[in-house]
């Protein structure tokens, strides 16, 4: 009787992509990978860029024919947040699409990398206005009194931002996404900065005029700190930084409860912009068939997956802890150890149709499988049995080695 066997498979990309082919052409139309936080992106961030365009013009005209530094300052806090909602178009869209051959994780990192980008040009912008408005202050008789009118517009300014701010962050919060919660609080600092200049604004109408300058000065001082935070928290992601303590012991919660699994003895992970990756070592039973360890080590990973944000989890299987048994590398592949085998028992070859080798602690544990084919008088096997034991006790290789007919133990 003959028996054919035909595997089909069907990879994970294309039970994913059902629709697409494994290849695709340059003029393909553009598909984000998230398409919810894509278009929540999108569309908040044109929502910033036209009230900030609207604000950098109202500011900046009202700032220099009302004569006031703080206003001006605010103005070009505004143009900075412009400049920075172009920039998250631009990482939203690059940021979104589907991992390619030259990036297999996805482009997720153009996020992290905007971000960067945004706290340094925001950390430049505000020790620049820092520095402007100290030098002005160390000629006081030189500061002029402001118009009314410009106390009207930082108040417009103020409930723009405030508005702003609260509407970013819930989209933000919504969708998850790490570079609109930094965008979303950046409008917060902008409406900080901006009550700060009403605060100015207002000591000068009352005839403290360097409150003026003043006020220009603290702007400063806070854009540089809310640039320099976003710029070492995007710093800190590039450079692999793990997920905070708390996360870690939650994932390593998740593995440790996965059936099957006996112990972890390495868990790695790294922030890759609103997910995570994360590698491990899981300790299973020595002796399970390759396939089951394979079934324990997806389970583990998909429960990861499950109950975590995370991108993709790397489980490794172990049968003992690397850390403490003896390295097995030193040992000679199965053709070798068959090989020495056979020599060892005066056979030109091993007599049984299935060999398991376990290698545990520096050593060989293997199994002699034989069928209901081979017949073994009585003479034979035990002559076997003795060679076998004999071998065991100063092998260099072989610490134990058993016998087994029918799925029976002898």
Not at 213 to 240: Q, Y
Not at 254 to 265: Q, R, Y
Not at 298 to 311: D, G, I, M, P
Not at 372 to 383: E, S
Request: proline share 3%; glycine share 6%.
């Amino acid at each position: 009787m003959l028996f054919f066997a035909v595997s089909f498979h069907t990879s994970a990309s294309d039970m994913k992509n059902p629709g697409h082919s494994h290849t695709r052409s340059k003029a393909d139309v553009f598909e984000p990978a998230h398409p919810v936080r894509f278009a929540a992106a999108q569309k908040s961030t044109w929502v910033s860029i036209i009230i900030n365009m609207l604000l950098t013009v109202l500011q900046l005209l009202a700032g220099f024919f009302g004569k006031s530094q703080s206003l001006m300052a605010d103005g070009l806090h505004s143009f900075s947040d412009l400049v920075a909602d172009v920039l998250v178009l631009f990482a939203n869209r690059h940021g979104n699409r589907h991992a390619d051959a030259n990036h297999p994780y996805g482009h997720a990192r153009i996020e992290t990398a905007a971000s960067l980008i945004l706290g340094a040009s925001l950390g430049a912008l505000g020790v620049g206005l820092l520095i402007s408005a100290g030098l002005r202050l160390q000629h006081p008789e030189q500061v002029q009194a402001v118009h009314p009118f410009t106390f009207w517009i930082a108040l417009i300014a103020l409930a723009a931002k405030e508005g702003m701010f609260r509407y970013m962050l819930a989209v933000a919060q919504r969708v998850r996404s790490q570079m609109l919660v930094a965008n979303a609080w950046h409008a917060r600092s902008d409406a900080a900065s901006s009550l700060v200049v009403m605060v100015g604004i207002a000591g000068n109408l009352m005839g403290y005029t360097f409150l003026d300058l003043v006020a220009a000065a603290v702007v400063g001082g806070m854009i540089a700190h809310m640039g320099t935070k976003f710029a070492l928290e995007a710093l800190s992601e590039l450079v692999d930084t793990g997920l905070s303590a708390e996360e870690v012991a939650a994932i390593r919660s998740t593995l440790l409860d996965t059936p099957g699994v006996l112990s972890l003895h390495e868990l790695r992970t790294r922030k890759m912009a609103d997910n995570a990756l994360v590698d491990a070592h899981i300790l299973v039973h020595p002796k399970l068939s390759v396939s089951e360890g394979h079934y324990i080590a997806e389970t583990a990973r998909q429960a990861v997956l499950r109950h975590h944000h995370v991108l993709d989890v790397m489980v490794h299987i172990d049968p003992e802890d690397d850390a403490q048994a003896k390295p097995n590398i030193h040992l000679p592949a199965r053709a070798a150890l068959l090989d020495h085998l056979a020599l060892r028992l005066g056979e030109a070859q091993l007599p049984s149709s299935r060999v398991v080798l376990h290698y545990l602690d520096g050593k060989v544990d293997a199994e002699l499988f034989f069928d209901n084919k081979q017949k073994l008088d009585a003479v034979h096997m035990k002559n076997l049995l003795r060679k076998l034991a004999d071998i065991c006790v100063d092998d260099p290789y072989f610490r134990s080695i058993q016998l087994y007919h029918s799925d029976a133990p002898i």
